[in-house]
């Protein structure tokens, strides 16, 4: 997603940006962003002003296809792991898991690009499957939505999720601005105020539509691969349709498949340690700790209390939850 380069300021994104969509932003509701000096609520959902031209034009423009897998997360969820993932399972006829594999020179998002980053599909995807992800929430999907194709959905526990953008987004924030205090990000988390937020309504519209059509959308939680990546990675498979045969399972491919995109194998490439993405980020802010209940060191007993209740009241009758 489009974001502000360390050395320009909000002006200049706005320069780039149509008339249409400038005139569109005096209309709509803004709060302080995490990552650029203005989030803007848009369809919903929080969005800075590069992504809103984007979205716009992706609705206007964007023709799914039945065979497409879509990839879809909110921030800071396992968006990275997910890409890997999968394009380890898709692919792993073409690109047999120990030889030479493009996991191992190449990042993740580079391989599964971002939809809102492209500008030609064809070009970017001569094959099928179509393989790319979004942040976008599911009621804003276009044409994706009325098509056959395949959506698989990451979640992650909201207290782990926060902990992980903050430190995320206060390491992308240009120099002009200065850094988002935990306690700032926490209250406008709670509000809901984050990019593609709220959080809640962002898991609630994957959820429930995983539950009326199951074989279109999957939703897994970063939590359960974690416990037990095997189960899950052979779920994933199936689900798009390439599901491992038992001759694969003999050989252990699932077990590989989860050995080259673990955390500690990804963190320690060199593709996934130097350079940048999303214009300004730097792709070793990717990698951080990928444990689950690292909030315990960030937030008090207060913020706790707060934060479940958000996730009471707004999950409650939905049948999604969370331990903590």
Same mark, same amino acid.
């Given at each position: 997603?489009?974001?502000?380069?360390?050395?320009?300021?909000?002006?200049?994104?706005?320069?780039?940006?149509?008339?249409?969509?400038?005139?569109?932003?005096?209309?709509?509701? $803004?709060?302080?962003?995490?990552?650029?000096?203005?989030?803007?609520?848009?369809?919903?959902?929080?969005?800075?002003?590069?992504?809103?031209?984007?979205?716009?034009?992706?609705?206007?423009?964007?023709?799914?296809?039945?065979?497409?897998?879509?990839?879809?997360?909110?921030?800071?969820?396992?968006?990275?792991?997910?890409?890997?993932?999968?394009?380890?399972?898709?692919?792993?006829?073409?690109?047999?898991?120990?030889?030479?594999?493009?996991?191992?020179?190449?990042?993740?998002?580079?391989?599964?690009?971002?939809?809102?980053?492209?500008?030609?599909?064809?070009?970017?995807?001569?094959?099928?499957?179509?393989?790319?992800?979004?942040?976008?929430?599911?009621?804003?999907?276009?044409?994706?939505?009325?098509?056959?194709? $395949?959506?698989?959905?990451?979640?992650?526990?909201?207290?782990?999720?926060?902990?992980?953008?903050?430190?995320?987004?206060? #390491?992308?924030?240009? $120099?002009?601005?200065?850094?988002?205090?935990?306690?700032?990000?926490?209250?406008?988390?709670?509000?809901?105020?984050?990019?593609?937020?709220?959080?809640?309504?962002?898991?609630?519209?994957?959820?429930?539509?995983?539950?009326?059509?199951?074989?279109?959308?999957?939703?897994?939680?970063?939590?359960?691969? $974690?416990?037990?990546?095997?189960?899950?990675?052979?779920?994933?498979?199936?689900?798009?349709?390439?599901?491992?045969?038992?001759?694969?399972?003999?050989?252990?491919?699932?077990?590989?498949?989860?050995?080259?995109?673990?955390?500690?194998?990804?963190?320690?490439?060199?593709?996934?340690?130097?350079?940048?993405?999303?214009?300004?980020?730097?792709?070793?802010?990717?990698?951080?700790?990928?444990?689950?209940?690292?909030?315990?060191?960030?937030?008090?007993?207060?913020?706790?209390? #707060?934060?479940?209740?958000?996730?009471?009241?707004?999950?409650?009758?939905?049948?999604?939850?969370?331990?903590?």
């Amino acid at each position: 997603m489009s974001t502000i380069t360390e050395n320009q300021l909000p002006g200049d994104e706005e320069e780039k940006l149509s008339d249409e969509c400038k005139e569109l932003l005096l209309t709509l509701p $803004k709060e302080r962003g995490w990552a650029t000096l203005h989030l803007y609520q848009f369809q919903g959902f929080w969005c800075q002003p590069a992504e809103i031209q984007s979205i716009m034009a992706f609705q206007k423009h964007f023709q799914a296809s039945d065979s497409d897998i879509v990839l879809a997360s909110v921030p800071k969820t396992g968006t990275t792991w997910l890409k890997a993932l999968t394009f380890a399972i898709v692919n792993r006829h073409r690109f047999p898991i120990n030889k030479n594999h493009p996991l191992l020179t190449s990042n993740p998002h580079d391989l599964v690009p971002f939809l809102l980053e492209l500008t030609n599909l064809s070009c970017k995807f001569p094959d099928e499957p179509r393989l790319f992800s979004t942040h976008i929430p599911f009621p804003s999907l276009g044409t994706i939505k009325e098509s056959n194709c $395949k959506i698989v959905y990451i979640c992650r526990n909201p207290f782990d999720t926060f902990v992980s953008a903050w430190n995320f987004f206060n #390491r992308g924030r240009p $120099k002009s601005l200065p850094p988002l205090s935990l306690d700032e990000a926490f209250d406008m988390y709670c509000k809901g105020i984050i990019l593609c937020g709220p959080f809640w309504d962002h898991m609630l519209g994957y959820w429930k539509e995983s539950l009326k059509r199951p074989h279109n959308v999957l939703f897994l939680k970063y939590e359960d691969l $974690k416990e037990d990546g095997v189960f899950h990675l052979k779920r994933l498979a199936t689900f798009v349709e390439y599901p491992f045969t038992m001759e694969e399972e003999r050989n252990c491919v699932i077990e590989d498949i989860a050995k080259l995109c673990s955390f500690e194998t990804l963190k320690n490439l060199e593709v996934n340690k130097t350079g940048t993405f999303f214009q300004h980020f730097e792709r070793a802010s990717l990698f951080r700790k990928a444990e689950v209940g690292d909030w315990v060191n960030y937030l008090n007993p207060e913020m706790v209390e #707060r934060l479940s209740k958000v996730i009471e009241e707004r999950l409650c009758g939905s049948g999604l939850s969370f331990p903590i």
